[in-house]
């Protein structure tokens, strides 16, 4: 059971919306293939993995350095048997040579590629990815369903409060219960004016509602963002400063008091545990986000959760970014608190399974094997494009 070829692909996300920093109307992603000599109904078992949105497709390293790496590694670490499987050896064997430091040119390729191989080895062994990661790294032990939140109140041309409300109301009847909307892409009184609207669609329950300034808001403006929204006790106030500005992310905490959340833009077990030592975060109250494609992948998240495990941190205050089927299997294989989700943003690479229902604010863990790519039309469409 071994890798027999990889492929990437760059495919660009196809949206207009914008957050507080940019748009990601130029964005890419990238699909990788990972073909195995495992031959299942006359075909070979394919593992499937895209990196997530918010990063560029990242080809150029898989295959000048990851790939070669992977084919050049002995077969006893590339091995895909289920029981053999030892995805540590092969992030080792992708790294060798890497200096240290510099991990975002690096990790999100790598993760990635990882991503795909557990997808590959779960289809082999003929279980969910969640279940194997749960084997391997939470006791064998996974949830029947997750707690899913929505991430919307997205800004984009001509897009105003009637626009922004009909959206919101939209995921409400898709079954939503927890919103998440943007800010700091837009004066501060009107930010307030979008969020008191959102807030009146949920009753004034703020413990529904969270915002995201995606690392937008200059330390200039956090003060007045502080006061104006602390008051309103929301679930979270997500990436106030620069991802590894833990001195601000730490000021911006004693300002506000309420609940933050940061984290999807590290990537190495370094750096969260520099936001932990440094980032002002709380273990009580604040929430640690990964984005696990793009931080070297599973092997590496699970390290993570254990560093942050011996500063108190439980898995439940850990949120993986991205919303998607990969992001589904590693909230429910790792015990993390709950998964996100992104309809309609990012064209076939948002949301999951087709036939995934959202029940009062859950989601449901599937029966497939691997992530579940296959239950996701659209999206294995472009897969199987790149690996026929």
């Known amino acids: 059971m071994r890798i027999v070829e ?13 957050n507080a920093v940019f748009s990601f109307e130029d964005m890419t992603t990238s699909i990788v293939a990972v073909i195995t000599d495992v031959i299942r109904n006359g075909k070979p078992v394919v593992g499937y993995a895209f990196n997530s ?46 200096k240290p430091g510099g991990d975002i040119e690096r990790s999100v390729g790598i993760g990635t590629i990882e991503n795909a191989i557990w997808d590959a080895v779960a289809k082999i062994a003929d279980v969910p990815a969640y279940k194997l990661i749960a084997d391997r790294y939470n006791g064998g032990q996974y949830p029947e369903k997750v707690f899913c939140y929505v991430g919307g109140g997205w800004y984009a041309p001509g897009k105003g409060i009637p626009e922004l409300l009909a959206e919101m109301r939209g995921h409400l009847d898709r079954g939503y219960r927890l919103l998440k909307m943007k800010v700091g892409g837009a004066p501060i009184e009107e930010d307030v004016a979008r969020l008191e609207a959102v807030l009146g669609l949920l009753g004034g329950d703020a413990s529904r509602l969270a915002v995201d300034a995606n690392c937008g808001i200059g330390p200039d403006r956090r003060p007045a963002y502080a006061k104006a929204l602390a008051p309103y006790g929301l679930r979270w106030f997500e990436e106030v400063a620069h991802p590894v500005d833990y001195q601000g992310n730490a000021d911006f905490i004693s300002a506000y008091g309420g609940a933050v959340a940061t984290g999807e833009n590290l990537f190495s077990v ?10 002002g975060m709380r273990k009580d109250k604040d929430v640690i986000m990964i984005d696990i494609p793009q931080s070297y992948g599973i092997s590496t998240a699970a390290r993570v959760l254990a560093m942050l495990g011996e500063h108190g941190w439980s898995p439940r205050s850990v949120l993986p970014h991205g919303g998607n089927q990969m992001s589904f299997n590693h909230a429910a294989g790792l015990g993390l608190g709950m998964c996100e989700s992104y309809p309609d943003a990012f064209g076939v690479f948002s949301g999951y399974a087709d036939d995934a229902v959202v029940e009062d604010g859950w989601i449901t863990s599937g029966d497939w094997a ?5 239950r996701q039309n659209a999206l294995y469409a472009l897969m199987r494009e790149i690996s026929s």
């Open 6 to 18: 990889i492929r990437e692909k760059a495919v660009p996300l196809n949206s207009s919306l914008r």
């Open 53 to 98: 949105t918010g990063r560029y497709a990242c080809g150029a390293q898989m295959r000048d350095r990851f790939i070669p790496r992977l084919k050049r590694a002995p077969e006893a670490d590339t091995t895909l048997d289920p029981k053999a499987f030892n995805p540590e050896a092969m992030l080792k064997a992708m790294m060798f040579g890497e």
């Open 270 to 279: 370094e750096d969260f545990r520099n936001l932990v030592r440094h980032g």
């Open 370 to 374: 691997g992530m579940g790519f296959e």
